[in-house]
């Protein structure tokens, strides 16, 4: 009998903790506005605002029609949609309809086909929270575990985050600037490509490996 309960007992704390994490991970979802809401940076294109292995939280609900120049924001590659990238709002091409070109803040220029034109077609979020370095686990363990212990991370750091009072007695010019850095950035490569553009959806990482195609065409 006691094997027996301890069985059950194990088996009930496993089913609670799967439907805590769906509960989390829907409420992501829902709350920004994307199939995925966080990706790992695995490329240095926006160095030194977003480091290799941060996690970049993406609000999909940020309108298209509402960036504007400085934003970050995660986008597929345009010629192609074969890779997702995170980069900075570096002009306005065109107003109506909205047409953009981004560059990443360590590159020495925007790229064709990947930093411009980009289009709403294009756009997947804006990049608004950054969590340093947990990315790490993608590199550790194997999906699905790494990528349910990033959505429980995000989770439980966002309601910490957002749950605080809000204060800025204490927060400097410097500190400010680096606060309003790191709600911008994004686009994670699977892998650390030459011209430094693409970010890694977490989620596809154990099938899908983006490799970085653009070297050859500098």
Same mark, same amino acid.
Request: aromatic letters at 6%; hydrophobic letters at 40%; zero cysteines.
């Given at each position: 009998?006691?094997?027996?309960? $301890?069985?059950? =007992?194990? @088996? ?31 490329? =240095? ?6 480091? *290799? ?11 298209? !029609?509402? $960036? ?11 010629? =192609? ?36 034109? *980009? ?13 340093? &370095? ?5 590199? *550790? ?8 212990? *990033?959505? @429980? ?7 910490? &985050? ?13 500190? &400010? ?7 911008? =950035? ?12 693409? $970010?890694?959806?977490?989620? !596809? ?5 983006? &490799? ?7």
């Amino acid at each position: 009998m006691n094997k027996l309960s $301890l069985k059950s =007992g194990i @088996v009930k704390d496993i089913i609670i903790v799967v439907i805590g994490i769906a509960i989390i991970w829907i409420g992501l979802r829902v709350a920004f506005g994307t199939e995925n809401p966080f990706y790992v940076v695995s490329s =240095g294109s926006m160095i030194p605002n977003l480091e *290799i292995f941060d996690v970049i939280v993406v609000q999909g609900h940020v309108n298209f !029609d509402q $960036l504007k120049v400085g934003d970050i924001i995660v986008f597929n590659r345009p010629d =192609g949609h074969d890779k997702v990238i995170v980069h900075r709002v570096a002009e306005i091409l065109n107003k109506d309809p909205l047409v953009i070109r981004t560059k990443g803040d360590a590159n020495p220029g925007s790229i064709p086909g990947t930093d411009f034109p *980009i289009t709403k077609n294009d756009y997947i979020g804006k990049v608004v929270y950054v969590v340093p &370095q947990i990315g790490y686990v993608t590199r *550790i363990l194997t999906p699905p575990i790494n990528y349910i212990i *990033i959505a @429980v991370i995000v989770g439980i750091m966002l309601v910490k &985050q957002f749950g605080k009072p809000k204060s800025t007695d204490g927060i400097s010019g410097n500190d &400010q600037d680096k606060i309003d850095s790191d709600e911008s =950035g994004i686009s994670a490569d699977k892998s650390l490509s030459s011209d430094k553009s693409y $970010l890694t959806n977490d989620s !596809d990482e154990s099938t899908n490996k983006f &490799q970085d195609k653009d070297s050859e065409s500098k």
